[in-house]
């Protein structure tokens, strides 16, 4: 399965944990984003630290962040409905995400530096954008959900934070 980070396609792997350490670090940064699948990758151990590399981290947080935010959004006005997070629960969604940047190479402090600049207004701008794009009404409860499962349907970068439970 192949998963869109920053413009970049990934190809989803195993799920492996680092110790309780990186589980910390990804909760405190990620906690109110949610999900890509982390590729098996050899640790690197060096941070990239180019300008086009950060700005590649920088993009593909806000992104992330944009994209969780919305299923976000889904998830907690459908999840009555049979909408649910793909990985379960945004918080395996998040670690997912930190795992795929660390596994790319980033240290943990310049993921947490792109976290810190994504604000909420960003993902409720985003949010907001998103519905309007889409046509729906946000105070419509089963528009919202329609365009849920929509986007489910339609595997987009949205509906693959996203199932029918």
Partial sequence: MLSKLGGVLIRAGSYHAVGHKRLLVAAAVLTPLAA?????????????ATR????ELNEATLYFAQNSGIASF???RCGAAGIGYRLGTSTEMNLRFFDTLVAR???PEQIAAA?????????????AAHLKAKGVDGAD?????????????????????????
């Fill in 36 to 48: 890509c699948a982390a590729p098996d990758a050899p640790v690197v151990e060096e941070a990239p």
């Fill in 141 to 165: 409860d089963a528009a919202v959900c329609a365009s849920a499962t929509a986007e489910i349907g339609a595997r987009s970068a949205v509906g693959n934070m996203m199932r029918r439970v």
């Fill in 105 to 107: 190479g980033y240290a």
């Fill in 52 to 55: 086009e590399a950060l700005a």
């Fill in 115 to 127: 976290a810190s600049r994504v604000s909420r207004k960003d993902v409720d701008d985003a949010t």
């Fill in 74 to 76: 889904y998830v907690t």
